[in-house]
């Protein structure tokens, strides 16, 4: 059974329950529509049984790669933008030391190269300081692009490829490239065949934004050191609650009823909020994943997010008192990585010493329990998302969780939860504009 | 005469030249209203004369602790949250290198400590990685705040101060602790006075979010090697020209009413977009600067912010084609810090040459071009500010032309801009639930 519940009754004073039992029909519809493959964008449904149903062969592939990239290489420089960034970024900040690519510590904790991600804006200042800091360093690329002409991706791999084949020759860089892309064809697929890069697959019925249990995700989060079975089976875990278990219990049919109810009350912004800022990542990835599905037709519910309590001494104001337009979604770690315990002071000048032998952590849950009151008296409604820990497992769990249940509501919503043509505008644009050849 | 300047030309098409002399007549007089000091909040107007009238004996002591630090110190921690963090956190991201705490590049680059941030949460995960990483290092404390109780500021110096007496002994460390406090009283100052830490001034009548160019921002932005005189002189031109120029040639005026008039048409949400990772947290100061100037009694507009091109592939798809609720003020650095020019590539399987040989910071250029033209045709009005670099004196000029149009803009909305007061909702409920003693 899955470790994340969750808990709504700090939203329940905002609706009534004839409200929810409707919505709750609305949500079961859309989970059948999901499941039977009868809704639009039914072709992007890989995802759904990834977590039972993956490449086995492809796997064991992954974590050779890694262990690899792990023996040869002190850096791993991870080329990719959207769907191909977001996921492997946020799983390996929560689950790696908070100062991961700091002094060593990726090397001697974890014996794994410091990961670097690039390709995922057109920087020239943050590329060329990147290349500063891989002076003396052996390192290797994973470059992740299904076709491998998106212009930001393209660019960077052109000059870390130039740059990696000087100084390990043609033939030495190619050992050290690690190319995810589509299985049979494009730009990427064709010239890591000529050049002789081990290649992993972007599926076909995969979206970018529901890849991170792909090679797409895998491979780096792998490099880092981090247990992808355990992720997996996180997700196998979810997946199960997901689809068998009954509408009332069931977490993330649960999460989309809420939502769109607010939703429909006129909650146009939804604020992920978490008090670990390790987690700042997992929401960055929450954001394209509910924005780019939903966010269609003039229709969704803004993302934004805020990381606690750093963010109630700057956004905090706003969310008590502005204009009432947010509801917001807590995701609470109910066992931190670390615990410290907070010291006794004999002059006790700064008053904390009616805290002294408490941990952090029980001041960190009680600043939550606070702010939740405080926002819900503020008017603003609260969703409490339970993650027992921060295991890969749970992580795995936590990831399908917010897929599945983005998948329902997009269907609630009346969209396609699994296209993205809003994207193309601004290439169109920026293709005409720089001449692209056919443009 | 000031280098950021304002383009409205993509946000014409949403307002009539009628409703935007209106709107410019409101912002005038707010701006007779905040430079009368006759509004409410106005015993914290002390910001807007701080580029000409501030403490020179002060200021020069903050360059000797810096001096000193970077001489003593492979790291220095700063203890502060909310306004005593954002502002000197965003100068430092965006005026040093783009991986300054790594590998020894502010050593090696700048002759200047790694600077992290910590007691702006209450994670001991992140505490307990922070210690990890100070082992075996020379490292001193920069703690900032007013009345040194902050909760999450208070348990972070408890620890780190305990740590830093157990390396360097009682004495050892007094000699590296600095503390930005008030002048005369609170917990804070009486510790430093009883200890002999050296300390610094948080001016009475300049909040928290305004105090960047005091030396709540200016110890740590100096500690890094960055030109805090250049960053002074900034501003004072930038304030020159809010002061004196006509209202039709005065940036944050302009800006100040844009926003009120988007505002007033229904946006609700404001996008501040960068096109280079070093400005994030450029944004996260902007948001509290809006945030929690303008977000009370139920009014203002809901901060958020993207980093692109990177964003696009996660926002874009909702700013393009989503609900209509936002406007979009871009930043735009005219000249960057570094250029890397595309390298030609015989087999052109990506399809790239026809950018070869040009610099990426043109195809970035022209992706802001193409995005801001995609996004108007969406719906989504455009505000442009440029930048002209992002050397300090710009950055200076930033920041104050920011916080004039906040005051300004503040006025117009019809609030206090100067005050907070639902940030102590749930300081007092985690007080109680914490059982501290009195609450």
Known sequence: MSGISIDAKRAEQFYSGEEFTAMMERAKSAKEKLLGRMGEGNDFLGWLDLPVDYDKE?????????????????????????????????????LRHSFYNNDSIAKNKYKAPQIYFVGNHISGTYLTELMDLLEGKDWSINV????????????????????????????????????????????????????????FVVPDDVGGRFSVLTAVGLLPIAASGADIDALMEGARIARED?????????????????????????????????????????????K???????????????????????????????????????????????????????????????????????????????????????????????????????????????????EFACGVSGYMLGVNPFNQPGVEKYKANMFKLLGKPGC
Request: overall charge negative; some cysteine.
């Open 58 to 94: 492809e796997f064991a592939a992954i974590k050779e790669a890694a262990s690899k990239i792990r023996k040869d290489s002190d850096v791993l420089v991870v080329i990719g933008i959207g769907g191909s960034y977001l996921g492997a970024r946020a799983a390996i900040e929560f």
């Open 144 to 199: 992740i692009s299904k076709s491998g002409t998106t212009t930001e991706c393209a660019i960077a791999f052109r000059i870390f490829r130039e740059a990696l084949e000087k100084k390990y020759g043609k033939e030495g860089a190619a050992d050290r490239i690690y190319a995810t892309t589509d299985r049979k064809k494009g730009a990427l697929k064709t010239l890591s065949d000529a050049q002789g890069y081990k290649t």
């Open 242 to 286: 997901a689809f068998n278990k009954s509408a009332e219990e069931c977490g993330p049919l649960c999460y989309a009823a809420l939502r769109n109810i607010f939703m429909e009350k006129g909650k146009s912004v939804e604020i992920l909020a978490n008090y670990e800022p390790s987690m700042h990542y997992i929401s960055e990835w929450w």
């Open 288 to 402: 394209q994943l509910y924005g780019e599905s939903e966010g269609k037709g003039g229709k969704g519910i803004f993302p934004a997010s805020v990381d606690l309590t750093t963010d109630l001494h700057s956004m905090g104001q706003f969310i008590q008192d502005g204009t009432r337009l947010m509801f917001e979604t807590v995701i609470a770690i109910d066992k931190p990585r670390a615990e410290v315990i907070i010291p006794s002071d004999d002059a006790d000048l700064d008053g904390l010493n009616y805290l002294a032998g408490k941990t952090m952590d029980y001041v960190n849950k009680n600043a939550m329990e606070g702010t939740i009151l405080a926002h819900t008296e503020g008017g603003v409604p609260n969703i409490l998302i339970h993650m027992p820990d921060t295991s890969e497992k749970s992580l795995g769990e936590l990831f399908y969780f917010f």
